[in-house]
Each structure stands twice: as C-alpha cells, then as structure tokens.
C-alpha cells in the first residue's frame, strides 16, 4: 500500500514518461465542444482510452452520446472494434458520465513491470480515437 504523496509521485512519474516516450499534443480537453472531452485513465487496477460526456444538464449528455452512438458501426469498424459504449458509466466519485472508451485490464499504475504495455496501449488507442473525434467532430456536433 502507497501513502497518497507516494502514489502521487508514481502517478506523475508515469505521465512525465509517457509525456516522454510518446510526445504529441493530444486533444484532450480541447475539443471544441463543451462537456465532451477525451481522457487518459490509469489506476490500479485498469487503463482507459475515452470520450467523455459530462454535461451538468442530462439532456445534453443524452443528446451527445446518441450522436456518438449513431457512428458506433463506423468506429468498431474503422478504429477501434472493441470499443464499449457506456451511457450510465459510474465514476470513483459517484458521479454519472457517458462513456465511451476500451480498456485495458489487469494493468497498475504502481506496477511499473505494467508501464511499458499500458503506454503502447494508451498512446495507440488515444491515436485512433483522436483521428476518428476530429474526423466526425461536424457529426457529433451538429
């Protein structure tokens, strides 16, 4: 078990690396469209690539995520095939989000014998999902 300063220190250990090894100016939050925002997850238990909707209003959030699932066939197909598409994702906090993301599992952010796979992972996926994001951004959008 990790003290929270000591989880702290591992945590930005692993993004400063990954910063490293894989440098890019990823989307992120800048996507132009607010309260959807792509997102790196890697806890102890599991890695994320995803979109995230996480408006204050839920007639926003259904509003985008019908958007997103109206070109689901288009990215299982052309991007990422084992993307989950989760509406009513529950997060650490307790809040509700949409989501849609893949993951990977059996992965630790303070297990760095994990780092290595986790990153391929979460820069490859990332790549993939910003590609199709800025591809169909006027779809999801509109």
């Known amino acids: 078990m990790y003290s929270k300063e000591a ?4 945590r930005q250990e692993f993004w400063t690396t990954f ?6 100016k990823w989307l992120l939050y800048n996507t ?9 997850t890697f806890t102890t238990k599991k890695a994320q690539v995803s979109i995230d ?4 209003d839920e007639i926003i959030r259904v509003y985008y995520f019908e958007k997103l ?4 066939n288009i990215l299982t197909t052309a991007y990422l095939t084992d993307i989950i598409f989760d509406e009513n994702y529950e997060l ?3 809040k509700i989000i949409s989501r849609i993301y893949v993951e990977l599992l059996q992965v630790s952010i303070h297990n760095r014998k994990t780092w ?12 993939k999902l910003e590609t199709f994001f800025l591809e169909y951004k006027d ?3 509109s």
């Open 7 to 10: 989880s702290k220190q591992i």
């Open 19 to 24: 910063g490293t090894m894989y440098p890019h």
């Open 32 to 40: 132009k469209i607010k309260d959807v925002t792509l997102k790196f």
């Open 53 to 56: 909707i996480e408006p204050s």
């Open 69 to 72: 699932t109206s070109l689901k």
């Open 92 to 94: 650490e906090n307790g």
């Open 116 to 127: 290595q796979e986790t990153m391929e992972f979460l820069h490859s996926n990332m790549l």
């Open 139 to 141: 779809v999801i959008e």
